[in-house]
């Protein structure tokens, strides 16, 4: 009965292996549809448009608005991409999204808010580094690092 419950085993291994691909392929997959490295450069100059207008002194207005909607909006669109097919990936650019979500957020209500413009600055700094070990995470799932 052993040798019938191995056989079996071993046929259901083979057959669960057939189909699938690696995690490098998923990961070049995940990247090529999510439009990842098309868009990490437009969620990078979000966060620097809107770091620039929180170090100006006195109130912005409307600009600090604009940018600070757009960031967001920008993160919600990057956060609707995941998950990825790597889980040290995916939790790093939730992080990452989070903390660009709650800066901007902080961000929209910084207009004559020291206080509250360096509290964004925090959350926008904190989400470019967790994105910088994402990104490097990604490349080296997808097979890409050196």
């Known amino acids: 009965m052993n040798k019938v419950a191995a056989a ?3 046929a ?52 600090l608005h604009t940018v600070c909607a757009v960031l967001d909006v920008d993160t919600e669109s990057a956060n609707a991409s995941l998950p990825t ?3 040290q990936a995916t939790n790093l650019l939730s992080k990452a999204y989070n903390d660009f979500g709650a800066g901007a957020n902080k961000c929209y ?8 413009r360096a509290a964004a600055l925090t959350w926008l700094s904190r ?12 490349n080296v799932a997808s097979g890409r690092a050196p």
């Open 85 to 87: 097919p790597d889980t």
């Open 109 to 116: 209500d910084a207009n004559s808010s020291a206080s509250a």
């Open 8 to 10: 079996l085993l071993l």
């Open 12 to 63: 259901g291994l083979c057959l669960a292996a057939c189909g699938t691909q690696s995690v490098a392929t998923a990961m070049q997959n995940w990247i090529n549809q999510s439009a990842f490295r098309q868009n990490l450069p437009v969620l990078l100059r979000d966060v620097r448009d809107s770091a620039t207008q929180l170090r100006r002194s006195g109130p912005a207005g409307n600009n």
């Open 127 to 138: 989400g470019v580094a967790v994105l910088s070990e994402a990104t490097a995470r990604i």
